[in-house]
C-alpha cells in the first residue's frame, strides 16, 4: 500500500511541479550572475519589493486564484465553469487595479517606509504594473491547473521564465541598471504574459461576469487573506525589521542565504504539495488504516527532507563560492540555522492533513498569527544586537513555535500517531553530524570537502546501526543492495 502511495506521489502533478523546478532552479544558477552585477543593497531592495507585492497583492487578490479553482471543480456544467473563470479575470483586473492605483498615488510616502527613502518611488509604479499583471497571471493559471490544461501551463510557465531571464539579463549587464533593472525585467516579463494568457483565457471562456458567482468566490477567499497575511508575516517580517536597523546592504546577506534555503526546500516542498494537497490525502483517508498511512509516509517523506536540508548545510560554503560573488560569502552562515527551522516548518504540512479533512481552515490564522507575533517580537529583540544572525535565530524558534501550535491544536481534529521516535532519531544525528563537520578544521579545501563527504556517508549507516529502519525496510534496502550489485557486474 505505501510502495504504491509513494509511486503515485512520484508520478501525480509531475507536469505541474517542472514549472516550479524549473524556475527555482533558473534563479540559483543565475545567482552568479546576479550577485556579480548587483550589490548587497540592490539586492536586499530587490527582497523588500518582492515581499511588498506580496503582501499588496494578497489584500486586493482576496484568494481569487483559490476560489477560481474550488468553484470551478463545484459547478458540473460547462457554461457555469467558463463563468467562473471570466468573472475572477474581471474580478482580478479590477481589485487590482484598484490597488495599483493606490501604490501609484502613494508611490513616496510608501517607498519611504519601505525602504527608509522616497527616491525609490519608481520603483512604487512599477511594482503597481507588477501587481496588476501578476494577478491576471494568478488566475489565467489556475484555470490551466484546474482544467487539467498540463501542456499549457507548463508552456505559459516556461515561456515566463525565458521572457524574465532575457529582460532581466538585458537590463542588468547591457543597461546596467541595478536593481530597478531587476524589477523592469518583472515588468516587462507580466505585462507581455498576462497579456497573452488572459486573451487566451477569454477567448476559451468567454467575456461574463456573473455578479451571484463573485460575491461567493469572494465570501470563499476572504477567510484566506488574514492566513496569507499572517504566514507572511512569519517569513518576512524579518526582512524589514533588519532594514530598519541594519540597512539594506544586510537584508541583502540575509534574504540570500534564506532564498537558496527556501529554494532548495522548495524543489522538494512545493512539487511535494501539489501532490499532497490535492486528493492524495482524502484517497488516503477513505482506507481502514488510513492515520497508520499517513504516520509512516510522513517519516519517509520528512526523512527526505531532513536529509535534504542536511546536505545543503553541510556544504553551505561551498554552495555560497559557486553561487555569489565574494561579498556575499557571509550568506553561508544563514544557511544552516534556516535550513534546520524549515525541518519543523515543513511537519506542519502533515500535522494540518485533518483541518483539510474536516474543512478547520478557520483554525489556520491562529497558529499563523502566533507564529507571526512571536515573529515580530524575536526579530525586534534579536535583530538590534546580532544583526542577520539574529534573523536566522528568530526564524528557527518561529518554526519551532509554529509546528509545536499547529500539533497541539491540529491533533484535537484529527490524530495521527506520528512515528517521532524515528523522526527525532534522524533529525538528532543529522545535527551531531552537522556540528561535528563544523568542529573538524582542515586547511586544506579538498581534503576539507572529501570529510564532510564521509560525514555524510555515516548518516545511513549509524541509522542502520541503531535500528531506525524495521525489517521490511531492510529487507527492501538489501534487493536494492542486490539489484546495483547485479548491474554493476
Known amino acids: 500500500m505505501i510502495s504504491n502511495l509513494l509511486k503515485n506521489i512520484g508520478k501525480h502533478s509531475f507536469v505541474y511541479s517542472i514549472n516550479y523546478v524549473m524556475s527555482s532552479l533558473a534563479g540559483i544558477l543565475l545567482l552568479p550572475v546576479y550577485t556579480r552585477f548587483l550589490s548587497k543593497s540592490d539586492y536586499g531592495t530587490l527582497s523588500l519589493i518582492d515581499q511588498s ?14 476560489a477560481i479553482t474550488r468553484f470551478y471543480h463545484f459547478y458540473e456544467s460547462d457554461k457555469d465553469k467558463k463563468s467562473v473563470v471570466s468573472t475572477g479575470i474581471w474580478f482580478a483586473l479590477i481589485s487590482s487595479s484598484i490597488g495599483g492605483t493606490i501604490m501609484a498615488i502613494g508611490s513616496k510616502p510608501i517607498a519611504k517606509f519601505i525602504f527608509g527613502e522616497s527616491s525609490y518611488s519608481l520603483l512604487i509604479y512599477l511594482a503597481a504594473v507588477i501587481l496588476v499583471s501578476e494577478s491576471l497571471i494568478s488566475v489565467s493559471m489556475s484555470y490551466f491547473a484546474a482544467s487539467k490544461a498540463s501542456l499549457k501551463y507548463l ?56 455578479i451571484t458567482k463573485i460575491k461567493a468566490m469572494i465570501r470563499f477567499g476572504l477567510p484566506l487573506v488574514p492566513a496569507t497575511i499572517l504566514a507572511a508575516i512569519m517569513h518576512n517580517a524579518d526582512q ?19 532564498k537558496i534555503s527556501f529554494a532548495a526546500n522548495n524543489v522538494y516542498s512545493v512539487s511535494l504539495g501539489l501532490i499532497w494537497g490535492s486528493a492524495m490525502i482524502y484517497e488516503i483517508h477513505r482506507q481502514p488504516d488510513a492515520k497508520d498511512i499517513f504516520a509512516k509516509m510522513t517519516t519517509y517523506l520528512m526523512s527526505i527532507l531532513i536529509v535534504l536540508m542536511f546536505l545543503v548545510s553541510m556544504f553551505s560554503e561551498q554552495i555560497m563560492k559557486i553561487l555569489a560573488s565574494s561579498e556575499y560569502i557571509n550568506a553561508k552562515n544563514v544557511l544552516p540555522l534556516v535550513c534546520f527551522g524549515l525541518i519543523p516548518y515543513g511537519m506542519t504540512a502533515f500535522m494540518g492533513i485533518g483541518i483539510n479533512i474536516y474543512n478547520k481552515t478557520w483554525l489556520v490564522p491562529i497558529v499563523n498569527g502566533i507564529a507571526a507575533s512571536l515573529n515580530i517580537i524575536l526579530n525586534f529583540i534579536f535583530i538590534p544586537k546580532y544583526g542577520y544572525m539574529g534573523a536566522a535565530s528568530a526564524t528557527v524558534v518561529t518554526y519551532f513555535i509554529y509546528a509545536l501550535s499547529a500539533w497541539f491544536i491540529y491533533r484535537k481534529v484529527y490524530h495521527i500517531p506520528f512515528e517521532w521516535y524515528r523522526l527525532c532519531t534522524i533529525l538528532t544525528l543529522s545535527v551531531l553530524l552537522f556540528l561535528l563537520s563544523n568542529i573538524i578544521n582542515i586547511q586544506d579545501q579538498v581534503m576539507h570537502i572529501l570529510v564532510k563527504f564521509g560525514i555524510c556517508l555515516i548518516l545511513p549507516a549509524v541509522l542502520y546501526l541503531v535500528n531506525f529502519f524495521n525489517e521490511d525496510e531492510k529487507n527492501k534496502i538489501y534487493n536494492w543492495y542486490l539489484v546495483i550489485k547485479t548491474r554493476m557486474i
Open 53 to 66: 507585492i506580496y503582501y499588496i497583492k494578497v489584500v486586493f487578490f482576496m484568494g481569487c486564484a483559490a
Open 240 to 258: 524589514y525589521i533588519l532594514r530598519h536597523y541594519r540597512g539594506l546592504e544586510e537584508v541583502g546577506i540575509y534574504s540570500l542565504g534564506y
Open 155 to 210: 508552456s505559459y510557465g516556461l515561456l515566463q521564465l525565458t521572457i524574465g531571464i532575457i529582460s532581466n539579463l538585458y537590463f542588468i549587464i547591457i543597461l546596467k541598471k541595478g536593481a530597478v533593472g531587476m524589477v523592469y525585467g518583472q515588468a516587462l516579463t507580466n505585462i507581455i504574459l498576462s497579456i497573452i494568457t488572459t486573451i487566451h483565457v477569454l477567448v476559451l471562456n468567454k467575456i461574463k461576469f456573473d
